[in-house]
Nanobody, 120 residues
């Protein structure tokens, strides 16, 4: 069974930083994409950032592209999201996500979520 353990959420003020971590276990993650999604209060879930496990290529949502940095540790099976210059609009429940590189070849997995709250 795949298990995702999330950590690092909290309450901060505008302009401060947080670092989210996701530890994945239970299978070989070759040919998967790992990353983070978020769901603001009353809104739909949206992508934040992802990384191709094979080659390290990253994708960022426009809203976070200049402020957040995603990194992976292949040996430890972890993916971290460094969030700098946080804004109130970053307030959301953040979910670690593991998805197959090619849709339909494997299951998609989600963490339970970690809360990030940014006060103004």
């Amino acid at each position: 069974q795949v298990h995702l353990v999330e950590s690092g959420g909290g309450l901060v003020q505008t302009g401060e930083s947080l670092r989210l971590s996701c530890a994945a276990s239970g299978r070989d993650f070759s040919n998967f994409i790992l990353g983070w999604y978020r769901q603001p209060p009353g809104k739909d879930r949206e992508i934040v950032a992802t990384v191709n496990w094979n080659n390290g290529r990253t994708y960022y949502a426009k809203s976070v592209k200049d402020r957040f940095t995603l990194s992976r540790d292949i040996n430890q099976n972890t993916v971290d999201l460094q969030m700098d210059n946080l804004k109130p609009e970053d307030t959301a429940l953040y979910f670690c996500n593991v998805a197959p590189l090619i849709r339909g070849t494997a299951d998609t997995y989600w963490g339970q979520g970690t809360q990030v709250t940014v006060s103004s």
